[in-house]
C-alpha cells in the first residue's frame, strides 16, 4: 500500500529566506508524485508533478521538487519565499499517471512572516 | 486551464437534515470524479471515486446509505449527506479527472464547508 509522509506540521521562515518542505513515500510500485498548495477557505492547487524523466521538477510560483528513487523523498523547495507562500503544502502520491485517486500526506503548514 | 466548482462552498444545517453539493466540472469532460472530506489541519482523506454512469466506490469506513453520490453526467457529480449529524462537519472537496487530452490530470474544486448544528 502507498502512503505519505510529511516530516513536518509545520514550518516558519522569514520572508527572502529558503524553505524545504519534506516528503517521503512508500510504495511497491511504480508512483508519480505531487505537491499542491491550499490557501486558507480554499481548494488545493498543483504546484508541481513527476510524472518520468527529469528528477528535478519545476513548478509554479518558483517552487521546485526533487525525486529521489533511493531515499523514497520527494522534497519541495523555494531559495527565497514570499509573505504570500504562507499555506499549507501537501504532497501525495499516485500509482499511475491515469489518476487512481492520490495518497495525500498531513501537509505542512508554512507560515512567512516579515 | 481547467476549473472545477463546487456549489454552495459554504453551507449551514440543522442536525437530521440533507445537504446536496454539486461538483461541476466547467470546461472539460470529467469520467471520474472523487469526494475528499479534510478536517481542520488534517489531510484529505478520500471518501469515493464516482464513475460517469455508474455506482461510485466507497472507500473503506465511508458509509454510502449515508454519503450519497451521483455522478448523472460528465460533468456533474453531486455528494448528499443524509441525516446530517455535527460529526459530519467538514470540508469536501471534490476533484475531476480530466480525460480526453490523454494526461488524465485531476483538478480540484475550491471546497464546500459543511457545519452541521
Known amino acids: 500500500a502507498q502512503s505519505v509522509t510529511q516530516l513536518d506540521s509545520q514550518v516558519p521562515v522569514f520572508e527572502e529566506a529558503p524553505v524545504e518542505l519534506r516528503c517521503n513515500y512508500s510504495?511497491?510500485?511504480?508512483?508519480?508524485l505531487f505537491w499542491y498548495v491550499q490557501y486558507p477557505n480554499q481548494g488545493l492547487q498543483l504546484l508541481l508533478k513527476?510524472?518520468?524523466?527529469?528528477?528535478l521538477v519545476k513548478g509554479i510560483n518558483g517552487f521546485e521538487a526533487e525525486f529521489n528513487k533511493s531515499q523514497t523523498s520527494f522534497h519541495l523547495r523555494k531559495p527565497s519565499v514570499h509573505i504570500s507562500d504562507t499555506a499549507e503544502y501537501f504532497c501525495?502520491?499516485?500509482?499511475?499517471?491515469?489518476?487512481?485517486?492520490?495518497?495525500f500526506g498531513k501537509g505542512t503548514t508554512l507560515s512567512v512572516s516579515s | 486551464g481547467a476549473v472545477v466548482s463546487q456549489h454552495p462552498s459554504r453551507v449551514i444545517c440543522k442536525s437530521g437534515t440533507s445537504v446536496k453539493i454539486e461538483c461541476r466540472s466547467l470546461?472539460?469532460?470529467?469520467?471520474?470524479m472523487f469526494w475528499y472530506r479534510q478536517f481542520p489541519k488534517q489531510s484529505l482523506m478520500l471518501m469515493a471515486t464516482?464513475?460517469?454512469?455508474?455506482?461510485?466506490?466507497?472507500e473503506q469506513g465511508v458509509e454510502k446509505d449515508k454519503f450519497l453520490i451521483n455522478h448523472a453526467s460528465l460533468t456533474l457529480s453531486t455528494l448528499t449527506v443524509t441525516s446530517a449529524h455535527p460529526e459530519d462537519s467538514s470540508f469536501y472537496i471534490c476533484?475531476?479527472?480530466?480525460?480526453?487530452?490523454?494526461?488524465?490530470?485531476?483538478?480540484f474544486g475550491p471546497g464546500t464547508r459543511l457545519t452541521v448544528t
Open positions: 510504495s511497491s510500485v511504480s508512483v508519480y
Open positions: 513527476y510524472l518520468s524523466g527529469s528528477t
Open positions: 464516482s464513475n460517469e454512469g455508474s455506482k461510485a466506490t466507497y
Open positions: 501525495a502520491v499516485s500509482e499511475n499517471q491515469a489518476g487512481t485517486a492520490l495518497i
Open positions: 476533484s475531476a479527472r480530466e480525460s480526453t487530452s490523454g494526461r488524465y490530470e485531476q483538478y
Open positions: 470546461d472539460f469532460q470529467a469520467t471520474t
